[in-house]
């Protein structure tokens, strides 16, 4: 492997922290897979990345089985990866019993069942690497459990208890696994959701962090050990307040 390229594979490229994800890898990487469904806004990004990084566009839905089938196609063909971001996400916001089905299986689709999917395609390739990095895009929602957000915050929780469980499992590969729990972020992400009654204006100013404050955040902790990374001291407390919650509900 005495050619292989450090190399990044991100979902969700196209927009918000998957962006921001390319740019900051660009300065540790020197290949990029940027994954989304708007080819356009992929092109746009490459204009954006600092250094000499090469990036590929894969214009994919990973929604999609064809769509998944491709990506790790495209992993196993630009790899081995040193990193895999599995960020592309979106969320609703109603009640449960009154939201569309579909809309909820696409996000349990995309949040579980592409992540799993692209990881176990990962790991073999990390092994023979001797290490690898795995960030989870999780979300504080995981740890209060809140009306209007019943499957995105079940589904964030699944990553946050898949990433602990596996990086047990991955000691002493040199494999290290973060389930990334940021809390609001500037983001396209609101947009689908305000549509839908969520008021963005209702959160405090000082709850919003930029896309750059929390990747940063992420990546300056890999090497901590640390699996569960919450960015922001504000966002830790309500994180613990709700996991205090589930303790008492026992
Ligand atoms: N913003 C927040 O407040 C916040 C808070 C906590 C956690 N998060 C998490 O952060 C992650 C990124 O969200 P964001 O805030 O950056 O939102 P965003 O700006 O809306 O970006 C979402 C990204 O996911 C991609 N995506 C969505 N569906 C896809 C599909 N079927 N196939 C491929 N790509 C798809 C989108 O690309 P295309 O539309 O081009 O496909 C886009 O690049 C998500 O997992 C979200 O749950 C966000």
Not at 27 to 52: K, M
Not at 60 to 67: I, P
Not at 193 to 202: A, E, H, N, P, T
């Amino acid at each position: 492997m005495s050619d292989h390229k450090i190399t990044a594979l991100v979902t969700g490229a196209s927009a918000g922290l998957g962006a921001e994800f390319c740019r900051q890898l660009a300065t540790r990487c020197e290949v990029i897979i940027g994954v989304a469904r708007r080819g356009d806004r992929l092109a746009e990004l490459v204009g954006q990345l600092p250094g000499e990084v090469e990036f590929h566009a894969l214009e994919a839905d990973l929604n999609s089985v064809e769509g998944v089938a491709r990506t790790m196609e495209t992993l196993r063909q630009k790899g081995p990866v040193d990193y895999l971001v599995n960020n592309a996400g979106f969320s609703t916001f109603g009640q449960f019993a009154e939201l569309p089905i579909d809309r909820q299986r696409d996000m349990v689709s995309l949040h579980i069942d592409t992540t799993i999917t692209l990881c176990k395609a990962a790991i073999p390739f990390m092994c023979e690497l001797g290490g690898g990095h795995i960030i989870n895009v999780s979300s504080m929602g995981a740890f209060v459990p809140g009306k209007g957000l019943a499957v995105y915050g079940a589904t964030k929780s699944f990553l946050n208890y898949y990433s602990l469980a596996l990086q047990a499992e991955l000691a002493g590969t040199g494999i290290e696994v973060q389930a990334l729990c940021p809390g609001y972020i500037h983001t396209e992400f609101h947009a689908e959701m305000q549509d839908q009654g969520f008021d963005k204006k209702r959160i405090p100013d000082e709850m919003w962090m930029t896309p750059g404050e929390v990747v940063a955040a992420s990546l300056a902790s890999l090497g901590s050990g640390r699996v569960l990374v919450v960015p922001g001291e504000g966002n830790q407390s309500v994180a613990k307040m709700g996991l205090q919650q589930q303790l008492d509900a026992l």
